[in-house]
DNA sequence: TTATGTGCAAATCATTTGCAAGATC
DNA sequence: GATCTTGCAAATGATTTGCACATAA
């Protein structure tokens, strides 16, 4: 993987959130600073990104895909109501994969955990 | 909601399976049987049955969504080579949305836990 | 006989890809 | 200079939608 400028900005873009922002707003996020940079362009940073390892792929919100710049293992928080996605800071349930080891028809490497629910500000709202 | 004989043949269909199909495998299946209904149809009535909580989206693999016709909340193992989903029969951590409400702005109402990893077909593969 | 559901084709949304030109090593 | 990366536009894949017709209540 070379170096590239467009592969910096995305990376540092997408480590000034802790809001795990999808792929078109990183695009424009950077577009008013480097207004030649292309969409195609932060994809296939996105992408590369996380194939690497540097960054991680959210795939479970219908829709677009979020980026979250946190490797470690965390668990995440979907409003179902605005769709945002916030950390959860709780402790990680280390033993889980080897619990599920034994109902599986495979072998596992890791899990996710996505709690479900309705945020305080669109709760305010209803 | 009235009745509908596609909507009826959707469910059906789903029902036989333990694989969770995405709306396509459904509508290829269905094609055989019912050489008119079409994918819009499959389309609508899966998201109208899994709004009604007759069935479940499963969200959680990029690509294609999956369904679930069983509602009970259960958990998943994805392989990451082949990307089939397959049930985990563990039990059911209940606490587990207790234990995050405390660090989540918002109510918690529900989880999804998935588990990673390779299938033994796959591993046999490579 | 009104509201709902269907089939089809076109539209939309997220993402990827081919290609010629530009940047990196 | 060979290889990697970009920007653009077109392609792809999943899902939704508008509309005229068919079906259910």
Redesign the pocket.
């Known amino acids: 993987?070379?170096?590239?400028?467009?592969?910096e900005e995305v990376m540092d873009q997408l480590k000034l959130h802790h809001d795990h922002p999808?792929?078109?707003i990183i695009f424009a996020e950077l577009r008013e600073r480097?207004p030649?940079?292309?969409?195609?362009?932060v994809?296939?940073?996105?992408?590369?990104l996380s194939e690497h390892g540097a960054i991680k792929k959210l795939t479970f919100v219908?829709?677009?895909?979020h980026f979250d710049p946190n490797t470690e293992l965390h668990y995440h928080f979907v409003c179902n109501e605005c769709g945002r996605v916030f950390d959860v800071p709780m402790k990680v349930a280390e033993h889980l994969d080897q619990d599920a080891e034994a109902f599986v028809p495979g072998e596992v490497t890791g899990h996710e955990l996505v709690f479900y629910g309705v945020c305080d500000e669109c709760a305010r709202k209803s």
Chains 1, 2 share one sequence.
């Open positions: 993987m070379n170096y590239s400028r467009q592969r999808t792929a078109d480097d030649n940079i292309s969409l195609a362009t994809y296939r940073n996105l992408k590369l219908s829709g677009a895909d």
